[in-house]
Protein backbone atom coordinates (compact mmCIF):
# COMPACT_ATOMS: atom_id res chain seq x y z
CA UNK A 1 0.00 0.00 0.00
CA UNK A 2 1.40 2.90 -1.17
CA UNK A 3 0.48 5.81 1.04
CA UNK A 4 3.03 8.26 0.43
CA UNK A 5 1.70 11.99 0.22
CA UNK A 6 -1.98 10.84 1.56
CA UNK A 7 -3.51 13.24 3.79
CA UNK A 8 -4.02 12.89 7.37
CA UNK A 9 -5.22 14.11 10.90
CA UNK A 10 -3.52 13.67 14.23
CA UNK A 11 -5.99 14.53 17.25
CA UNK A 12 -2.67 16.79 18.29
CA UNK A 13 -0.99 17.44 15.25
CA UNK A 14 -3.84 18.67 13.19
CA UNK A 15 -3.66 18.11 9.12
CA UNK A 16 -0.46 16.48 7.62
CA UNK A 17 0.93 14.42 5.06
CA UNK A 18 2.87 11.21 4.75
CA UNK A 19 6.36 11.15 3.94
CA UNK A 20 6.48 7.45 4.04
CA UNK A 21 5.56 4.37 5.00
CA UNK A 22 8.21 1.45 5.97
CA UNK A 23 8.83 -1.32 8.37
CA UNK A 24 6.04 -1.33 10.51
CA UNK A 25 6.67 3.18 10.86
CA UNK A 26 4.80 5.85 9.07
CA UNK A 27 6.19 9.07 9.32
CA UNK A 28 4.13 12.28 8.82
CA UNK A 29 4.85 15.83 7.75
CA UNK A 30 2.79 18.56 9.70
CA UNK A 31 3.34 22.31 9.06
CA UNK A 32 3.06 22.78 12.77
CA UNK A 33 4.91 20.48 14.49
CA UNK A 34 7.58 19.08 11.80
CA UNK A 35 8.26 15.21 11.16
CA UNK A 36 6.72 13.00 13.31
CA UNK A 37 6.68 8.72 13.01
CA UNK A 38 4.06 6.80 13.84
CA UNK A 39 3.77 2.78 14.60
CA UNK A 40 1.69 1.68 11.07
CA UNK A 41 -1.00 0.32 11.61
CA UNK A 42 -1.25 1.23 14.91
CA UNK A 43 -1.09 5.08 15.04
CA UNK A 44 -4.61 4.49 12.64
CA UNK A 45 -6.41 2.70 15.61
CA UNK A 46 -5.43 5.63 18.18
CA UNK A 47 -4.39 9.33 17.24
CA UNK A 48 -3.88 9.31 13.10
CA UNK A 49 -6.67 9.10 10.57
CA UNK A 50 -6.62 8.88 6.97
CA UNK A 51 -8.76 11.72 4.89
CA UNK A 52 -8.65 9.70 1.91
CA UNK A 53 -11.51 7.39 2.02
CA UNK A 54 -10.09 4.41 -0.27
CA UNK A 55 -7.07 4.43 1.57
CA UNK A 56 -8.66 4.70 4.96
CA UNK A 57 -10.59 1.37 4.08
CA UNK A 58 -7.15 -0.30 3.22
CA UNK A 59 -5.85 0.89 6.25
CA UNK A 60 -8.91 -0.58 8.03
CA UNK A 61 -8.32 -3.52 6.42
CA UNK A 62 -4.98 -3.87 7.21
CA UNK A 63 -5.59 -3.50 11.26
CA UNK A 64 -8.31 -6.04 11.06
CA UNK A 65 -5.89 -8.41 9.36
CA UNK A 66 -2.62 -7.36 12.22
CA UNK A 67 -5.69 -8.16 14.96
CA UNK A 68 -6.57 -11.94 13.43
CA UNK A 69 -3.06 -12.67 13.47
CA UNK A 70 -2.23 -11.46 16.61
CA UNK A 71 -5.69 -13.14 18.29
CA UNK A 72 -4.67 -16.25 16.17
CA UNK A 73 -0.60 -16.13 17.86
CA UNK A 74 -2.40 -15.54 21.36
CA UNK A 75 -5.11 -18.44 20.85
CA UNK A 76 -1.13 -20.42 19.80
CA UNK A 77 0.18 -19.10 22.75
CA UNK A 78 -2.11 -20.35 24.83
CA UNK A 79 -3.25 -23.77 23.90
CA UNK A 80 1.09 -24.47 24.26
CA UNK A 81 0.94 -23.10 27.78
CA UNK A 82 -2.02 -24.98 28.61
CA UNK A 83 -0.10 -28.18 27.08
CA UNK A 84 2.80 -27.51 28.56
CA UNK A 85 0.97 -27.08 32.62
CA UNK A 86 -1.22 -30.47 31.34
CA UNK A 87 2.48 -32.08 30.91
CA UNK A 88 3.62 -30.92 33.99
CA UNK A 89 0.46 -31.61 35.72
CA UNK A 90 1.43 -35.69 36.56
CA UNK A 91 4.68 -35.11 37.57
CA UNK A 92 3.55 -32.45 39.64
CA UNK A 93 0.68 -35.31 41.55
CA UNK A 94 3.49 -37.31 41.89
CA UNK A 95 5.17 -34.39 44.84
CA UNK A 96 2.01 -33.47 45.82
CA UNK A 97 3.13 -34.47 48.95
CA UNK A 98 1.05 -37.94 49.38
CA UNK A 99 2.18 -40.10 51.51
CA UNK A 100 3.90 -43.02 51.65
CA UNK A 101 3.14 -46.07 53.97
CA UNK A 102 6.25 -46.31 56.41
CA UNK A 103 7.61 -50.00 57.11
CA UNK A 104 6.26 -50.79 60.73
CA UNK A 105 9.12 -51.58 63.26
CA UNK A 106 9.50 -54.72 64.73
Not at 6 to 18: D, K, L, Q, S
Not at 66 to 95: G, I, N, T, V, Y
Request: glycine content about 4%; aromatic content about 6%.
Amino acid sequence: MNLENAPVRHIRFGAGTVLRCENGMIAVHFPEAGEKQFVFPEAFTKFLRCEDPEQAAAIAEVIILKKAEEDARHREQEALHKAMLAARAPAKASRSGAKTAKPKKA
